[in-house]
Every structure is written in structure tokens, then in C-alpha cells.
């Protein structure tokens, strides 16, 4: 409504809504946390004000006509976006039937790196769309996943190269338009990425059209701190039926010092009440966000308005209470029914995310390592209780597959995977997926016959080929592995994974000219892993051909490739020492032979003995060297 006359046929709604406060919505308890940035909260005297007029007939107002400041095109609620992308194609959704979670590959066309302060999501059709995240994928996984369906998006796994930006989280609930981020706390976007559009949809009886849109608002100032998102909440969520006080509690205990930036609550329709609050060492309480008349379809992402500090062994704790009774209004189900934990519309949450900065930057992977595995661990009970009320659901078992692989369960994730396969007979990713857990427990016997039958479905599965080679590698079988990885890098020229993987298969059979081509194009594809720089430098120092050694630049490559992996790894110091040797300075050589010596773990005698061999061969070429 823009103008007198539209609005004034609704004056008595507008004052009943602004007095219930349910317009405009605005959901956290005043006092209890915040002040949050962007706040719709009216006044109180602002809401008697509005009463007042309409007590008094709504009269028009005197004077000039009131200029509205121009909306955004598009309806974006941020502002005019900087890059705007869509799903390629619409999507039909089913009229009837269960919910449905699909998942959209789009390219997103920037030329170089961008520094990302915020997005905005339009559902394109928010009457089916219940909820969306929104994964960045720096390689062509999710695109491949998406192309290898013949309806637009697929409805399979999320590649392990899909993920949230560290330390944020993409998503959009009803109402939800995320404030942009704190000047500093941009995320970085590189070229050549996808995003993964993950959505979750609600058929409405009759069939529906989605095109979703996602708008980038960038900003000129790189990021100079880096937060974690810590994620309070309980996955054995059993709410019985009629039950009116249901409560879900989560504590932690805060390892180090953090500035609290923002905070979102996440539930479906079940939940009234939300409680979030920080109980500091000395026993002093601090609220962060009460919600009393909890609303999905109000869902928000809150960023104080003043961060502010919690010292280390601060228990943060979240409460939510749920009604599952009749008299709960928003109660989808008549009469009420038992209530699990599950991300269909038809089960129910209950999180709280913390968006928090270590105080110290050296803190934050000791809070990552610390906080990941308990959310990690917590996701594995909701999908195995998901799992034991409805086996069937492939995606589930394979989200919680991928959990399993993290923890380094790969049984269990082959189990689940074995039951993907089962349900999707057809999907090559079902058969990937398999085929690399049994390549990880060495069956490989196995991993070549669910790899080999994934590239039957599809003969241009890259990632296929790629792990098909590593596993006709291990059986010694290097002509066929190398047709495999040379097969990857033809589907995907730029994949330094693949690259890495064919130039030590060409190495192993002498090729060292082409493998030293191949080596090259895998630091490219791979500028911040230092294998191939370490395996290039072992080359170039060791070549049988003099003509082809280059022992300054196999230094300055061993060199980086012991910055990289902070002079930890005995491997990399033992090509550094090789590289040393081939260039004379045999006393750098032995000291740095000595430091791989001294990292070699507890029994591994095999890699020491080797390390030693080779120092007591540079110490006799110092001793031998004339002076």
C-alpha cells in the first residue's frame, strides 16, 4: 500500500495489528538481548499515535502529497544487488505427494575474487518454498551432479566441495532478509564457482513453478577477521502427541575469549518460546534472545547492534519449548500427532546459531576443533532417527553417509551408502559415492566394480574416472589407471587433484618429461597444496638427466612447500634436504634432513630408517667436501 487510498479502507486492521504488535513483525522481547541492528519495533507512543488516528477516522493528512523514496527494482529488500543469479530453468514442482528437497547448481559469473558482504534470497514462489541454503562449490561437482539429471537440479548428495562460506551460514526462512555484514567480515568468492542452491519444497495441491533468484552485494574492503558459526541444538527431538510444555536444552562451554556478532534461531511450527543466554564464569547471566510468540513464517537472522565480549568458560545455553497439543493454533497436524526431529515440514527443529570472532585469531582453530565434532555428532542422531522412521530416504542416507566419512567412520558411511545404491540402482553419484568408501577400506576389488559401473551410467563422470585410476593404481595396474586420470583431466582440464594423481602415475613408469608437464598444471589447479610442489621439486632435484635438473627452483618449490605445511611434515623437509644436497649446501641438507628425522611419528620405522639413510649420506658428503 502506497498511498492514502489504498490504505485507508484498512485503517481499524492496521490499528489491531500495530496494538497486538503482530505488525510489523518484528519477534525477539525487547530488553532481553540486542539492540539488534535494523530493529522494526514501534514505539509505544508510536502506537498510540497510529490509534489515535484512527479513532479519529483516518483523516487525510494536510499539505503537498509525500514523495516515496524509490523501491529497488526487483523488490530486493537490501537494495539494488551487485550480481544477480537465477536458477537457469524453472522447476515444476508435483502437485500432490511428499516434500520434496532439490538442489540447483548455478554459475556465478564474476571475473575475479570478490569480497562478499551480503546475500539476498527470492524464493521466486514462496508458497511451496519452505526453506533454501545456499553452498558455494569452488569445482564443477554440484554442476556435474545437476547435469547428469535430465529434470532441472538433481536431487542427490552434496559434494564434500560444496560448503557454506566459513564461519557463515546461507540460508532463508520465511520473512528472513539477513542484514549485510560488519565492514571486515566480508567472505571471499573466487571466480569460477557455483552456487549449490539447496531447496526444500512444499507441494500445495496443485502443480507449481519455481525460479529462484540469489542477489550478491559486494564491498571494496577484504575481510580482516574471520568468525564461526557455533550451533547450539538437540536432534532426538520425540515431541508425543498433546503435549503443551515439550522442552529441547544445549549448553557449551566457551574454550577461549569471542565477540558475539550476531545470533538466529531456527524451529518449525510446533515451537512458542525461545530462550538464548551466555552464563559468564562468575555465575553473571547474559541474555542474548527471547522469542515468547515463536512464528515460522517470521524467521530472522539478528546481528547486534554492538558486539560484545564473552570470556573463556562462558556456558552458552539455548531452550526451546514446543505444543504439540490441539489448542496450539499453529499446529499443522488435526488431531496432533508424534513429532520427530527432521527437516521436512512435518517434523520438527530446534537450533540456535551464534555467529562469534575469536579474540585471538590463533584461537579460532582450537574453537573449530573443539565445537565441529559435537555438531557433527549431534547431526548423526537426527538423520539416524529420520532413517529409522522412513528407511527409504536416499538423500538422508547419504547426508549422514558424508557426516560418517568426517568422523572416519567409513563403514558405517558404506552401509548408507550401500542403501543409496539400493533405493537409486540407476544414479552414477549413488555408485561414485560407494565405490570411494570401499576404495578407503581397501576392498578394491569392490571399488572398481562400483566405480567401473558408475562410469556405465555415465562415461563422462570425471570424479569417477579420477578414483577409478587411484584404485587400478593400488592393484598395480598403472596403464589402466593412467587412461582413467587422463580421462578426469580431459572432463576437467583444470582439476589439480587429477592432475597431481596422473603425474605420479607417469612417474611411477618413467614418463619423468611429462610428468614434470603434468606437475606444473597441478600447482596451478592446486595453488595452496604442496604435494605437487614437493613432488616437482624431488624431480627437478633428483633428474637421471643433468640437463634436466634445476636445483634452484626445486629449493624455492620444496621451500613453499614447507611454508605450507608449517616445516611439519617429514616427507616435504626430506625433499627440502634433497633439494639442498643438489644445490651444495650440504650443511642446510643435514639440519634439515635431521628436522624430518625428528618429526617422523611413533611406528613408523620404515619412513625413519629411509630419512636416516639419506642423512648419514649427506653428513659423509660434508665430511668428504674440502674445505
Known sequence: ???????????????????????????????????????????????????????????????????????????????????????????????????????FAIPIPIPDRRYVQGVEFQPGNPRVVHHANMKIDPTLASRQLDAEDPEPGYDGVTPFSA???????????????????????????????????????????????????????????????????????????????????????DRYVLPVDVEVHGIQPHAHYLARRVRGYATLPDGTQRPLIAIDDWDFHWQDSYRYAEP?????????????????????????????????????????????????????????????????????????????MVLAADPDQRMVHDDVALLYTQFGRIPDAAKHYRESVRLAPGSAAAAYNLGTALLQLGDLDAAIAELERALRIDPAYAL????LGAALKLRGDLVRATSHYRQAVRLRPGDGEALYNLANALLMQGALDEAATQYERAIAGRPGSAEPLAELALLLAT??????????????????????????????????????????????????ADAALRLVPPGREDVAAAIRERLDGYRRMRATRPR
Not at 335 to 358: C, F, H, K, Y
Not at 464 to 467: C, I, S, T
Open 464 to 467: 569417477a574416472h579420477n578414483n
Open 308 to 384: 560484545f565480549v564473552l570470556p573463556r568458560g562462558t556456558e552458552l545455553t539455548m531452550e526451546f519449548t514446543y505444543d504439540n497439543s490441539a489448542a496450539n493454533p499453529a499446529n499443522p497436524h488435526a488431531p496432533p500427532r508424534r513429532i520427530t526431529w527432521g527437516q521436512l515440514s512435518a517434523n520438527e527443529m530446534g537450533d540456535l546459531w551464534i555467529q562469534v570472532v575469536p579474540r585471538r585469531a590463533s584461537d579460532l582453530d582450537l574453537l573449530v576443533r573443539d565445537r565441529r565434532p559435537m555438531e557433527l555428532a549431534e547431526d548423526i542422531i537426527g538423520f539416524e
Open 163 to 249: 560448503r557454506f562460506p566459513f564461519g557463515y551460514f546461507l540460508g532463508w526462512t520465511p520473512g528472513q532478509v539477513r542484514p549485510l555484514a560488519a565492514e571486515g567480515m566480508a567472505w571471499i568468492l573466487d571466480p569460477d564457482s557455483d552456487l549449490l542452491l539447496e531447496l526444500h519444497l512444499t507441494p500445495s495441491g496443485e502443480p507449481e513453478t519455481v525460479q529462484s533468484r540469489i542477489g550478491f552485494f559486494f564491498t571494496a574492503a577484504p575481510p580482516t577477521t574471520v568468525p564461526f558459526t557455533i550451533r547450539l541444538g538437540k536432534q532426538d527431538l520425540d515431541i508425543p502427541p498433546g503435549a503443551r510444555d515439550y522442552r529441547s536444552e
Open 1 to 103: 500500500m502506497l498511498t492514502y487510498a489504498e490504505v485507508r479502507p484498512w485503517a481499524r486492521a492496521i490499528r489491531n495489528a500495530v496494538r497486538t504488535r503482530s505488525m510489523p513483525p518484528w519477534k525477539p522481547v525487547p530488553g532481553y538481548g540486542g539492540p539488534f541492528v535494523g530493529e522494526q519495533r514501534l514505539s509505544d507512543a508510536e502506537i498510540e499515535l497510529i490509534a489515535a488516528w484512527v479513532d479519529a477516522g483516518a483523516p487525510n493528512g494536510e499539505g503537498a502529497d509525500f514523495t516515496l523514496a524509490p523501491a529497488s527494482r526487483g523488490g530486493w529488500r537490501l537494495g539494488e544487488p551487485d550480481l544477480v543469479i537465477e536458477m537457469p530453468e524453472p522447476y515444476t514442482l508435483q502437485a500432490e505427494g511428499t516434500d520434496v528437497l532439490r538442489k
Open 543 to 592: 633428474h637421471p638427466d643433468a640437463a634436466r635438473r634445476d636445483p634452484g627452483r626445486a629449493v624455492r618449490l620444496a621451500e613453499r612447500a614447507a611454508e605450507l605445511t608449517g616445516h611439519e611434515q617429514p616427507g616435504v623437509l626430506e625433499i627440502l634436504a634433497a633439494a639442498y644436497a643438489a644445490t651444495g649446501a650440504i650443511g642446510r641438507a643435514v639440519a634439515t
